[in-house]
């Protein structure tokens, strides 16, 4: 007898990066009619089969699969034989792909469709997963979520996209990478945005975070959350209270500072504190 299994579903979505959905299912035996989305939308099924429908083409999905579903393709993904299936699903706005593609291609007129609507490539899968689940985890600042999902969607785009540099785009100076190092720095506490970020310099977006990371080595979200720890030693030194400062340097709570803490200084807050107010 089919004993149906409990069903979820999670979704992310945010005002701070309002080009982003993330979805996360498990155990759903629900069928959807055709349809489209204006977005690009990126899917893989974690566990068990699906029946997909592209443009009159009809396949199998499976674990260690990519689905690519551009905007506006008409389609359907539903379980076979009614048993649950679980899955992820990422939808992007089109223009801001688009934005994104110019960072490998050069300017472009519109947004370029990915070549392939099923890709079998195991380690992509997993990175696509592990993203998404990172995507709707609450204790990740979005400056990590920008980041992990640019340099998967460049993979995908530079593997999957074909398109030719119609004219080059200028890109950031020294000086400009100086500004936006201070602009972190004078913001570790309101967890700023690469779109903040970028704004701030009335720059591209897209470009600040390549030519941050090869200014300094470091990625812009490392380099904020080093700046956090700094600032959070300095304050411990002084005797101040934990939480407050989990609180003031932006952390989700306690929790969570004292887990990006240790990951950085191998010792908690309290014990760090601790052997410092001692001396």
């Known amino acids: 007898m089919h004993l149906k299994k409990f069903y979820k579903s999670t979704f992310f979505k945010s005002k701070n990066l309002p080009y982003l959905e993330a979805r996360f299912v498990k155990n759903s035996e629900i069928h959807y009619h055709k349809h489209f989305h204006k977005t690009l939308s990126i899917g893989a099924i974690e566990e068990g089969k699906v029946s997909f429908s592209c443009q009159n083409s009809d396949t199998i999905l499976?674990?260690?699969?990519?689905?690519?579903?551009?905007p506006n393709i008409v389609h359907s993904?539903?379980?076979?034989?009614?048993?649950?299936?679980?899955?992820?699903m990422i939808y992007l706005d089109s223009l801001?792909?688009?934005?994104?593609?110019?960072?490998?291609?050069?300017?472009?007129?519109?947004?370029?469709?990915?070549?392939?609507f099923r890709i079998q490539n195991k380690s992509m899968f997993i990175e696509f997963i592990n993203l998404n689940y990172l995507l709707l985890d609450k204790n990740i600042f979005h400056l990590e979520k920008e980041e992990l999902l640019q340099n998967f969607l460049i993979k995908l785009f530079k593997e999957y996209c074909i398109e030719p540099p119609l004219y080059p785009i200028p890109l950031l100076n020294n000086n400009n990478m100086s500004l936006a190092k201070k602009y972190l720095e004078d913001n570790i506490g309101n967890n700023p945005?690469?779109?903040?970020?970028?704004e701030y310099l009335n720059f591209s977006e897209f470009h600040f975070f390549k030519i941050f990371k090869q200014a300094y080595n470091i990625s812009p979200h490392a380099f904020l959350l080093n700046q956090k720890i700094c600032k959070a030693k300095e304050l411990l030194a002084e005797g101040n209270n934990i939480v407050d400062?989990?609180?003031e340097l932006g952390f989700s709570d306690q929790s969570h500072f004292n887990r990006v803490f240790k990951y950085y200084v191998a010792s908690t807050p309290y014990e760090y504190k601790n052997s410092i107010l001692k001396k």
């Open 62 to 70: 499976q674990p260690n699969e990519i689905v690519i579903i551009n």
């Open 77 to 88: 993904c539903n379980p076979i034989e009614n048993e649950a299936r679980t899955y992820h």
């Open 96 to 116: 801001w792909c688009q934005n994104l593609q110019e960072t490998i291609f050069g300017r472009l007129k519109t947004y370029i469709p990915v070549s392939e």
């Open 193 to 198: 945005t690469i779109k903040e970020v970028s």
């Open 245 to 247: 400062i989990a609180y």
